[in-house]
């Protein structure tokens, strides 16, 4: 099959890259030269598991291009895939300027009739308006379909290659048949749809796994108060079938460029319809407190924060990731700074991401662990990166100036706390120390 992707984002590149390694013929299509220039050279603007050997091979292999040029991209496609950002506007309601941009674009490039798969998250009723724009633009007709992604970053390509269903939302008959047959060798798990509901579908599975992660940091929460243990909670409940064992790690709250995004854009959504999500807002404003326990903790052990020297590991907003969109790190960090303690930050790949955020004559950041937790009055573990994990405690405290130890992420055991001296904070876990 041809296809043409729209925005070499997360979506699109690995979607477009995946989709060439199942034989089809892709041109990828973006506005930025610098990052498409990138791209034909074979480097990859993002770090993501795997992603750049499959676009190395493919591209070797002819069936992978990228290019600037939409309007002959659009020519060369039977199925042009739409999956440009839709970014929050400052009230969390979704930004539609690059997808309808993009759609007029395609309406006024287009010479036949093509089918229009959008990936992108948008609001219910927004394929309908892509739909009227192509009806005013074009004298071609389009088959519209929502296509929702639910990949994970740092899992992409995984994810895209062994999706847990894929749903598709269209009206046109002739539509569901090329997409059915474009994702067939993928799964046979294929939900169709109407447009609306696609689109919601989305937003709800993205709204449902925060619900679960602020749900169990809660849990967790109490659970320190009444001396239980949240992992062994989860652990119980998620025997449960109807539970389920996934998205039940308690920690610092989730992060990234999606939850927190798209459950202030559905509070947005219920909102224009007259509907208090008031789940979802409880959801958002636990997510925000859950970040402040690191402080709280810290201010338990220390008192007083100013003057303080604190090492953070981990600045991405979760392990095998460069992204630090909305990372926990940010306001946690930024908390520290404004108690008056200095920070020594270190991650494996996101400093550099993260130093464009937050460029600060008190932040150091570091070349590796050790430099980070070298005489720090406290270490405070933020990302649960493997080589975070591979360090034992003694080692920690060893660099320490003071043993105190934030772990945010439940990345120890009580067995490997027991030889050392360490004062130990988890999330919802009773004091090991
Ligand atoms: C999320 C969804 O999981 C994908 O299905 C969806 O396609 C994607 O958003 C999107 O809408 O594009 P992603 O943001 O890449 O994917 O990452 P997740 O693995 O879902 O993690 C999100 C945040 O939740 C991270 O900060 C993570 O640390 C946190 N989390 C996750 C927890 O705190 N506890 C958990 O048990 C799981």
């Given amino acids: 099959m041809k296809l043409t992707v729209i925005g070499t984002g997360y979506v699109g590149l690995v979607s477009g890259v995946c989709f060439s390694d199942l034989g089809n013929e892709v041109v990828c299509v973006d506005k930025l030269s610098e990052k498409i220039e990138l791209l034909q050279q074979g480097e990859v603007p993002i770090y993501e598991p795997g992603l750049k050997e499959l676009i190395q091979k493919n591209t070797e292999a002819g069936r992978l291009s990228f290019t600037t040029d939409l309007s002959e991209a659009v020519q060369h496609a039977d199925i042009i895939i739409l999956a440009v950002g839709t970014p929050s506007l400052a009230n969390g309601e979704a930004d539609l300027t690059y997808i309808l941009g993009a759609a007029q674009e395609i309406a006024l490039s287009i010479k036949g009739p093509k089918i229009i ?104 929460n109490i659970c320190e108060k009444v001396g239980a243990d949240v992992t062994m909670v989860a652990e119980g409940m998620g025997y449960d079938k109807r539970i389920g064992s996934s998205f039940l790690k308690a920690g610092i709250g989730y992060g990234g460029s999606c939850f927190p995004k798209d459950t202030q854009a559905l509070i947005q959504i219920a909102g224009h319809v007259d509907y208090e999500f008031k789940l979802l807002k409880s959801v958002v404003e636990v997510n925000r407190d859950q970040r402040y326990n690191v402080i709280r903790k810290l201010e338990t052990i220390l008192d007083d924060l100013s003057g303080k020297s604190i090492a953070v590991w981990g600045l991405a907003f979760k392990p095998e990731t460069d992204d630090v969109r909305d990372s926990p790190a940010f306001e946690i960090i930024a ?80 067995e490997e706390l027991a030889n050392t001296e360490l004062i130990y904070y988890s999330v919802g876990r009773p004091n090991m120390n």
């Fill in 117 to 220: 798969m959008t990936k992108s998250t948008v609001p219910v009723g927004t394929n309908e308006k892509i739909e009227n724009q192509f009806k005013q633009l074009s004298v071609h007709p389009v088959a519209v379909a929502s296509v929702p992604e639910f990949l994970r970053e740092g899992s992409a390509v995984r994810d895209t290659m062994n999706p847990d269903r894929i749903v598709v939302g269209t009206e046109s008959e002739a539509a569901r048949q090329r997409i059915e047959e474009l994702h067939r060798p993928l799964t046979d798990q294929i939900l169709f749809t109407d447009v609306r509901s696609a689109e919601m579908i989305k937003y709800a599975s993205n709204a449902f796994l925060a619900t679960k992660i602020s749900f169990i940091n809660e849990i967790a």
């Fill in 335 to 414: 908390s520290l700074l404004h108690c008056g303690a200095s920070v020594k930050a270190y991650d494996p790949i996101a400093t550099p991401n993260f130093r464009k955020l937050l460029d600060h004559s008190k932040v150091e950041y570091c070349s590796s662990a050790q430099e980070a937790a070298q005489n720090a009055d406290a270490l405070c573990v933020l990302t649960e990166w493997s080589e975070f994990r591979a360090v034992s405690p003694a080692m920690i405290q060893a660099w320490l100036r003071r043993p105190n130890l934030i772990d945010g992420r439940n990345m120890y055991s009580e």
